[in-house]
Antibody
């Protein structure tokens, strides 16, 4: 059974960085892409980018280019998303999601990680 | 970016109703369209991919149709568990984009 388990909630100050982890199990980690999606409080869903766990290749939405980093540790079957230069607009729940390829729907989702940016 | 527009934004309905939600793309996305259901406080769940393919384990009362720029999600007979927010997503081109959501609420 596929499971994506994310790290716990974070509170950060403006200008800081946050790193969220996503531990995958129940499938071949390197056989599927990991996408990241966020949702601001009371708002809709926003796609941030993906990482190919096999090659480490990444692609990001233009909005996040230069501010987001996605990495993985294949030995730990864990993906990471780091967002820098945080502002209050980055307060959101961040989800890791599994996609069978670059352009694919997300068939499994992590439980979400709330990141709060506040001075 | 391809803009995805859902209507209505809120849909009052009763158990047993037939419910239809629309999603329009600003440019053609072929059938590269997914639908998700999100219950408050939980992560979204995939319902339908490729515009009309039911995801594993999803009840058959859910169906999807459309191609190009116009898509529809239909719930044939609304059940209590179906009161939630529904999102469409295009994965035809980058960046992947979602619709603004349709909240199905109790009438």
């Amino acid at each position: 059974q596929v499971h994506l388990v994310q790290s716990g909630a974070e509170v950060k100050k403006p200008g800081a960085s946050v790193k969220v982890s996503c531990k995958a199990s129940g499938y071949t980690f390197t056989g599927h892409y990991m996408h990241w999606v966020r949702q601001a409080p009371g708002q809709g869903l926003e796609w941030m980018g993906w990482i190919n766990p096999n090659s480490g290749g990444t692609m990001f939405a233009p909005k996040f280019q230069g501010r987001v980093t996605m990495t993985r540790d294949t030995s730990m079957t864990t993906a990471y998303m780091e967002l820098s230069r945080l502002s209050s607009d980055d307060t959101a729940v961040y989800y890791c999601t599994r996609g069978r390829q670059q352009q694919a729907p997300s068939d499994h989702w992590g439980q979400g990680t709330l990141v709060t940016v506040s001075s | 970016d391809i803009q995805m527009t859902q209507s209505p934004s809120t849909l009052p309905a009763s158990v047993g109703d037939r419910v239809t939600i629309s999603c329009r793309a600003s440019r053609g996305v072929s059938n590269w369209l997914a639908w998700y259901q999100q219950v408050p406080g939980t992560a979204p769940k995939l319902l339908i991919s490729d515009a009309s393919t039911l995801h594993s384990g999803v009840p058959s009362r859910f169906s999807g149709s459309g191609s190009g720029t116009e898509f529809t999600l239909t719930i044939s007979t609304l059940q209590p568990d179906d009161f939630a927010t529904y999102y469409c997503q295009q994965y035809f081109t980058f960046p992947l984009t979602f619709g603004g959501g349709t909240k199905v609420e109790i009438k």
